[in-house]
């Protein structure tokens, strides 16, 4: 069917020489009235409503302007205009290639969600693979190929690139193909296809993230190079070591959604894994954690070496590490997790993402004593969503260093901008020979290419993946290459002489290669068909040669470095910019930092104390200083910090950033996006250490001084606690916006939720007959993510302001995280709370609107309408939940490509207007409509709402709670449910579930405050 | 006596223009206001000959209308159901064909020009056969009915619910060219809502939402 | 009874007037050139004025994005203006309405000009509710009128809809009123005008007045009745401008004491800003017969005594919150005093409260300098009471999530230096074109002291 369709696309691009995507957006978008710009609708509409009388007295009838309409000439079966459809494709956000379904409309993807159907992320999709789609109809990505800098046809490209590649093979020079994790078994087995006609030809793969020393580590204790399958769903008690498995870690996606079937209380049987998190800075997976305890980097192997001590002797094994380096943190402590983890032997899973495989071994051994392997870590059936090789990363740029290399290929990686020493580097690289790279934009190191050979966006081809052995999924292409980029694989197979299509390619693959391994016993035709619709295949996984546990791989730790005095330096990646790679994006830069709450900018994050020492604010530049390398950043104060750390983030400061410099509104007082590099943020990468064969994440000698200049931060949440400055504290202790309760108290408590007095002054009369849309958020499962976020603003065209807007508090995003710290700023406990349009039975703004732009629906919803409200910003100022938001300006849509993502069943707001979270109400009308035709009920589940749809933690539901069968009245109804700010009756539709804490002991405070 | 006759020009001039002004009343549309709007089209397609004297179902053409929010246009696929073989007004082909037996000659095919028009846009040549060398061409329609974009008007439910197309669409069964009817006003359409809600659609009760989220979203 | 009185109290005219003289003091300072003086004024209020209108134009191009407001802050500057004139006008319609039902002599000599003053005031503040919205363009969606929507109207519930009929209404009334006042003197100057296109115009907008009985008698009825009208306005108005905050739930906003509040506070900063033009106005125009330290010393004593209900007020918002047991408004009025904002809120005390107690001291009340900068004084903090509302409850409310600041823009700050343009240009020209004094209502004061001062003879 997409064969037809693609007809359909390239007749609308012959039609009109020109662009003919320019072509559509003018058609989709042309005289929309809600917007102020060039467009000639629009002057028309102010014309009409400026002048209404005088229009009405002098034109008689003012015409709109002529509007074209143009049919398909062939329609393909299964397109109907107006009418979304969808694909199963694979997520090329990043290797962990979580399942997805492509909403596409009118020839066009407009959304990605996740698959729900998919065994290994479970219908939830992260922030970055949300944005993802924007990098599709990013008008920045290279259009052709390049050679030498300039554009050139394939053609050409092809041929001195083949005749390149015969000097090299008659020289018998080494060519070396360097990639990040390829997920795409296709692919893998294309370039292995290519190098095979090289005498000495090597395919080195290194990740950004690097999983390398769990890798390594399990050749050392298992014989073979696997990457285990965590199953967080199976564990008990969670013992993480530096680890952000919820956050970055290899596969967050399906890590989360596991953690939080592992910690459903309300399942049946209740499940309430107790996680403890060691680690230096503040993380996404920390602040989930029942105990979190802060320890300088270098003492967190210390911190495992002694769980391994004395898990080995509860399990009486023969070998005892000798526990070389001191303990750093109380005895009891460590005990008590010992204990644990003993007592939940088979169901607890230690999981470590410290450099160097020695710790990784040791996390191996406690697992291995554990007796896990098998039970919560799969090595039998392992992960391929890593597959980095830092050793042999090492060994090639020591080869490139020295000029060894012949050939390079290029692709996904940027190794002058994500590696330590780049510039070194990419004066070596531009020393070689036939340099390659399949680049899609132009980063830092494809200038240096001799040939840029840009690949397709994942939606546009043809590929495939295998993030976990046995799930093999099929990624299929949502709409025909926007421009003459080729997709990797094919590019591949071009140069090993072989002319097939990315179709042909992976097709053929496949009937090779993993139909053979199908488990039931249907034709290929009808497998492939399954497989393409399905978007994945569960076939058998690959034999895996893994002995069993090698004690005497495990020895004792070589005594790590005591901590020195200097502060240490932290590189983390953050939930919103893993990768440079997409710091092409702009919503992935305007999402609030799930922690820290900053945009546009990475930082030097400081604990509260050691900001106190150096006399330090906010938003005080600082210079780090390593060895030669210098960047300055802009301090930020990070509660629950460790002391002696700063933790900066990587993947910022990128050469492709600086396209950012037009963002934001134009005016008198507008500040630009970009810092004073011309980029956003700077890069951290050069502090990376690339030592005896694994990435060091973290050095002891950073010297950090004060410059004394001052770089505000565009945070989105100033004030992050519950309770008030204590000089303006009436008493009360915190205000019960974010509740929380115990397991004890889950226990014993009422699990009903017992209904509160309502006081009425009105009769109620307007009783909510049929549907009553509602929603719970389940807070105990949020872990912050903000894969809503960015959900929401695919699915609701939620327009970009730039740094300057989100400084001045004006961000549009209509579902917002709020993240609220207690306890001690040493050792903080947080909560996260989404908090969008409550959609109150009692709306404060709705009353107070004097044209009745916002007004309540016979379902319960608030409903805003863009095109009758003037803007008087009375219904912002009376909502108590501050969850309305304003069009200050026109917001840029210039980008008309970028504007392809626009969702044609939400309207463009214009400049002026109010708006708000809608409950998505385009998908309930939507949903009606199909009930309606099939003339049947609408099914619980059957509408979700962009957030809770893409949400891994699965923690939100949204229903009709007069349907008493329906998950959300359930969830309304349990004990743990709470309403904000209920005390002022505003009867919000949204009831949060509260927090459950595990109880804790009085030494848990102290051995986090003492690390 | 001057001032006299400056009285009863001016009076008549007065009483023409005031004719003028009264006659233009009735078609004074406010700005956005469409109503009567008949554009000329590309191919003079003509509803009266289809819908009219064919009888021919409006869903035949209009398919999508009751699939998607969107009655579409048909695409010229579908034009080709019957045009392939039916290639110039009944009443042409039969003179043709007497002329045909007069002269004792097979009867020449004819080919109306407005229909040429679809074969050119489907790139097909003398016979009505794919021809390669030709690109194919969309028909640009000029869009008649044509609703602000922040309305969401849904064909699916109107159709399904049993609205019948005149309801909205006027008498387009005598229409040669199309035109638009309503005023496509909101209060049109609530009206129909309230009264729908009230006496049901074609005997069937029906609830037509007034609230606003029912069109703007 | 009235002889003690007049024994008792200096004449409200100095220097001993004939009618002729009344006329021709107050006409010739029309006819006159204006002077230096009154050029100066006037070009300077007409460069505000110029400020104003470019940053409103360019607002209203760029977006409203171009004032400092915010997510949380939702209103600042605008608003704040748009209350603070409004108020202003109050103590205009007060002097001439209700002292004139209470029969208050003092009161003509200058209701003429606190009329006026009320006249742009109101013009002022109708500007801000405008210019505040997203979609100006779009404002006449607020009034009711027959459109083609269907049900679709205006919500009869939100108190700007109310705003829009309570200011407009007050405009219409407090215009009338003026103008039926003017009606006499108009026709004075009708009389000792030239011929010519002034004369011309004079005599159309005396509507043919020919002094006789009769006209005095209707003149004298529609005067009185139209002050029975424009009595409830005092009240009425600058009420409904407190429901826009009282029918809030935000803390701060939701009080009942508002409406008694802002009208307390509206007459307060409409006293003082009589003051301060009559002050003016007798010195640039050579009025110090007319406008008598008498004059100014009663206004005092209606400061100080509106001053001390303003005072009230702030104490008992206080207690209420602290009776309450809301924490949530506990927490407004402690971040008022104490928070990001003190500044401004204790600007405004002492402004308000502490500085016009000085008024109790009658070497005070006489000395025209210190009213003068006293008046002024009271303005300021009058404008910085009603920011202090709007801002410091907004910017810190129910969840600690959306706290935020705010910091006015240029643009901002332009637009209310605008609006002091538009209002003294407006007045300037009124000085000029107009008398300034009601001189029939003077003369009738006059005649009647003189009265009293034959008969004790």
Not at chain 1, 346 to 360: D, I
Not at chain 2, 2 to 17: A, E, N, R
């Amino acid at each position: 069917m997409s064969a037809d369709y693609k007809k359909y696309w390239r007749s609308l691009e012959e039609y009109e020489a020109g662009d003919a995507l320019d072509e559509q957006a003018a058609e989709e978008f042309a005289d929309t009235p809600l917007r102020e710009g060039a467009e000639p609708g629009r002057r028309e509409f102010l014309l009409a409503a400026g002048f209404t009388l005088a229009g009405a007295a002098l034109t008689g009838c003012g015409r709109a302007p002529v509007e074209k309409a143009i049919p398909l000439l062939r329609q393909p079966e299964g397109i109907l205009p107006g009418r979304s459809y969808y694909y199963a494709t694979v997520c090329g956000g990043c290797s962990a290639s979580c399942g997805l379904l492509a909403k596409g409309r009118d020839g066009r993807p407009i959304k990605l969600e996740g698959n729900p159907e998919h065994p290994v992320s479970r219908g939830g999709l992260c922030a970055v693979g949300q944005a993802s789609i924007l990098g599709l109809y990013d008008s920045l990505r290279l259009q052709q190929p390049m050679a030498r800098g300039k554009s050139a046809s394939w053609r050409e490209v092809d041929e001195e690139i083949a005749k390149t590649l015969d000097g090299i093979r008659k020289e018998k020079r080494t060519v070396r193909v360097l990639t990040q994790t390829v997920a795409s078994p296709a692919l893998n087995s294309q370039i292995r296809g290519f190098l095979k006609g090289f005498p000495d030809a090597r395919h080195v793969v290194y990740d950004v993230l690097s999983a390398s020393p769990i890798l390594d580590a399990h050749r050392q204790t298992h014989g073979a190079r696997v990457l285990p399958r965590y199953l967080f769903q199976k564990a008990n008690v969670i013992a993480s070591f530096d680890a952000d498995f919820l956050g970055t870690w290899i596969s967050p996606v399906e890590y989360t959604s596991g953690y939080s079937e592992a910690r459903a209380v309300e399942a049946t049987p209740p499940r309430s894994a107790w996680h403890v998190q060691f680690e230096s800075r503040m993380s996404l997976t920390g602040t989930k954690a029942d105990r979190r305890i802060k320890l300088a980097p270098e003492q967190i192997p210390a911190a495992l070496e002694h769980l391994a001590v004395r898990v080995a002797r509860k399990a009486g094994s023969p070998v005892l590490p000798a526990a070389g380096s001191p303990v750093p943190l109380p005895d009891e402590v460590l005990d008590e997790l010992a204990n644990r983890l003993w007592e939940a032997r088979g169901r607890s899973l230690v999981v470590c993402g410290l450099p160097g495989a020695e710790a990784q071994v040791l996390c191996n051994f406690v697992n291995h004593l554990l007796g896990n392997y098998g039970a919560t870590l799969d090595i039998a059936a392992p992960s391929y969503q890593k597959q980095g090789d830092d050793r042999e990363l090492t060994a090639l740029v020591d080869e490139i260093n020295a000029g060894k290399v012949g050939a390079l290929f290029l692709h996904g990686v940027n190794p002058v901008a994500d590696l330590p020493g780049g510039e070194e580097l990419a004066k070596s690289l531009a020393r070689i020979p036939l340099l390659v790279s399949l680049s899609p934009r132009l980063d830092e190191t494809s200038p240096l290419a001799r040939f840029v050979c840009p690949e397709c966006d994942p939606l546009e081809t043809w590929g495939d993946a295998e993030p976990v052995a046995g799930v093999t999924a099929i990624s299929q292409p949502a709409i025909r290459p926007l421009g003459q980029a080729r997709p990797a694989i094919e590019s591949f197979a071009r140069w090993s002489g072989n002319g097939a299509s990315a179709h042909e390619l992976v097709r053929s693959f496949w009937q090779e290669s993993v139909y053979p391994r199908q488990a039931g016993q249907e034709a290929f035709e009808a497998f492939w068909k399954k497989s393409v619709e399905a978007g994945f295949a569960r076939v058998r996984p690959q034999p895996m040669a893994v002995k069993p546990f090698d004690v005497q791989a495990v020895k004792p730790m070589s005594a790590g470095r005591s901590s020195t005095g200097k502060l240490a330096l932290v590189l983390y990646p953050t939930p919103a910019m893993p990768d440079g790679r997409h710091a092409y994006n702009p919503w992935l830069h305007e999402l609030p930092d799930p922690i820290t709450k900053a945009t546009w900018d990475n930082y030097a994050s400081l604990a509260p104390a050691t900001a106190g020492r150096m006399a330090l604010q906010d938003g005080d530049v600082v210079r780090l200083l390593i060895s030669g390398n210098a960047i300055e950043l802009p301090v930020l104060i990070q509660p629950g910090q460790h002391e002696k750390v700063v933790a900066v983030a990587l993947a910022y400061g990128r050469t492709v950033s600086a396209r950012f410099a037009n963002t934001g509104p134009k005016w008198l007082e507008q500040r630009p996006t970009p810092g004073p590099n011309g980029m956003i943020g700077a890069n951290a990468a050069p502090f990376l250490l690339l030592k005896d064969g694994s990435v060091r994440y973290w050095r002891d000698d950073v010297k950090v001084t004060a410059t004394g200049k001052r770089r505000p931060l565009a945070v989105t949440q100033a004030y992050s606690s519950l309770t008030v400055p204590k000089n303006l504290d009436p008493g009360g202790g915190p205000r019960p916006i974010v509740q929380e309760t115990t397991l004890e108290a889950l226990g014993t408590g009422g699990a009903k939720h017992e209904s509160e007095p309502v006081m009425e002054l009105w009769p109620d009369d307007h009783p909510f007959t049929g549907h009553r849309w509602a929603m719970t958020i389940d807070l105990n499962a949020c872990t912050g993510c903000s894969a809503c976020v960015i959900a929401c603003q695919v699915e609701n065209n939620v327009p970009v302001t730039g740094r300057d807007e989100v400084m001045r508090n004006r961000q549009m995003h209509w579902i917002r995280i709020d993240r609220y710290y207690s306890g001690p700023p040493s050792d903080v406990e947080v909560a996260h709370q989404p908090m969008m349009c409550q959609h109150c039975e009692h709306a404060p703004c709705e009353t107070v609107c004097p044209v009745l732009a916002t007004v309540h629906s016979s379902e319960g919803l608030n409903q805003q309408i863009y095109n009758r409200c003037v803007g008087t910003r009375y219904c912002e100022n009376n909502c108590p939940y501050k969850v309305r938001r304003f069009n200050w300006f026109e917001y840029s849509r210039d980008d008309r490509l970028a504007n392809l993502t626009l969702n044609p069943d939400v309207t463009v707001r214009s400049r002026g207007v109010m708006e708000k979270c809608s409950f998505c109400v385009q998908r309930i009308q939507d949903a009606k409509a199909e009930a309606k035709l099939q003339n049947r009920a609408l099914r619980d589940g059957e509408i979700q709402t962009a957030c809770q749809q893409t949400c891994p933690a699965r923690a939100i539901v949204f229903g009709d709670v007069n349907d008493p069968r329906s998950k959300v009245a359930q969830r309304m109804n349990s004990g743990r449910r709470y309403r904000v700010l209920e005390e002022i009756n505003t009867r919000p539709s949204v009831g949060y579930l509260k927090i459950v804490r595990a109880k804790k002991t009085d030494t848990d405070k102290e051995g986090g405050a003492r690390g | 006596m001057k001032s006299g006759i400056l009285t009863i020009v001016l009076s008549t001039g007065l009483f023409f223009s005031a004719l003028y002004l009264a006659a233009r009343a009735g078609t004074v549309h406010i700005p956005g206001n469409q109503q009567d709007y008949q554009p000329v089209q590309p191919i003079a397609y003509s509803h009266r000959l289809h819908a009219g004297e064919l009888q021919m179902p409006c869903l035949y053409c209009h398919f999508s209308a009751e699939k998607s929010r969107h009655a579409g246009i048909p695409p010229a696929s579908v034009c080709m159901n019957c045009h392939t073989l039916v290639t110039a007004t009944f009443g042409a082909v039969r003179a043709e064909e007497e002329l045909a037996t007069k002269e004792q000659r097979k009867p020449r095919t004819l080919v109306s020009p407005e229909l040429q028009k679809i074969y050119d846009a489907l790139g097909l040549d003398a016979n009505r056969k794919p021809d390669p060398a030709r690109t194919m061409k969309p028909i640009a329609w000029t869009r008649v009915y044509k609703l602000p974009d922040f309305v969401y008007f849904d064909h699916r439910a109107h159709v399904g619910a049993g609205v019948i197309c005149q309801t909205c669409h006027g008498p387009v069964e005598a229409m040669e060219r199309m035109r638009q009817v309503p005023d496509l006003s909101m209060g049109w359409c609530v009206n129909c809502h309230r009264d729908a809600t009230k006496n049901g659609v074609a005997g069937k009760k029906v609830y037509a939402s007034i609230d606003c989220s029912t069109c703007h979203y | 009874m009235a002889e003690v009185q007049a024994v008792s109290r200096p004449p409200l005219i100095l220097g001993d007037k004939s009618l002729t003289q009344i006329t021709s003091d107050i006409c010739s300072a029309m006819l006159r050139r204006p002077g230096a003086l009154w050029w100066i004024g006037f070009l300077f209020s007409l460069t505000l004025l110029a400020i104003g209108a470019t940053v409103v134009t360019y607002q209203v191009a760029t977006g409203i994005g171009t004032w400092g407001l915010n997510n949380s802050v939702g209103w600042a500057f605008g608003i704040t203006n748009f209350v603070f004139w409004i108020g202003i006008g109050h103590a205009g319609t007060l002097i001439s309405a209700i002292l004139f039902l209470f029969r208050q002599r003092w009161r003509t000599s200058v209701n003429r000009s606190a009329e006026a003053m009320t006249l742009f005031a109101v013009m002022c503040a109708g500007v801000f509710p405008l210019i505040h919205m997203g979609r100006p363009w779009m404002g006449y969606w607020i009034f009711p009128y027959p459109n083609f929507r269907g049900p679709l109207w205006m919500n009869f519930r939100s108190p700007l809809a109310w705003d829009a009929f309570a200011i407009s209404t007050y405009f219409l009334i407090s215009l009338t009123f003026w103008y039926v006042g003017l009606i006499p003197d108009l026709a004075t100057i009708r009389d000792r005008a030239g011929a010519g296109l002034r004369r011309r115009l004079f005599a159309f907008f005396s509507l043919g007045w020919n002094g006789s009985f009769r006209t005095w008698q209707r003149y004298e009825i529609v005067y009185t009745l139209l002050a029975g009208l424009a009595t409830p306005l005092v009240v009425s108005v600058h009420t409904i401008v407190s429901w826009d905050f009282a029918t809030a739930v935000i803390p701060g906003w939701h009080a009942t004491i508002f409406p008694p509040y802002f009208v307390a506070g509206a007459i307060f900063s409409g006293m003082a800003m009589v003051l301060t033009l009559m002050i003016v106005a007798r010195t640039v125009m050579h009025l110090e017969n007319y406008i008598t330290v008498r004059h100014v010393e009663v206004m005092c004593k209606l400061v100080i005594l509106n001053s001390s209900i303003v005072a009230l007020a702030y104490g008992t918002e206080f207690f209420m919150a602290q009776y309450s047991g809301n924490p949530y408004e506990q927490f407004v009025f402690l971040n008022r005093a104490f928070g990001p904002f003190a500044f401004a809120y204790w600007t405004m005390v002492s402004c308000n409260v502490l500085i016009p107690q000085l008024l109790w001291f009658k070497r005070i009340r006489t000395n025209i300098a210190v009213v003068f900068v006293l008046s002024l004084l009271i303005n300021v903090g009058m404008w910085f009471e009603r920011f202090v509302i709007i801002v410091t409850s907004l910017h810190r409310d129910f969840l600690p999530s959306n706290w935020a600041s705010y910091r006015p823009t240029t643009i901002e700050v332009a637009t209310l230096v605008g609006s002091f343009g538009l209002f003294f240009t407006c007045f300037l020209i009124f000085c000029r074109i107009l008398p300034m004094i009601a001189m029939a209502e003077v003369k009738g004061v006059v005649a009647h002291e003189r009265a009293q001062r034959r008969n004790r003879k």
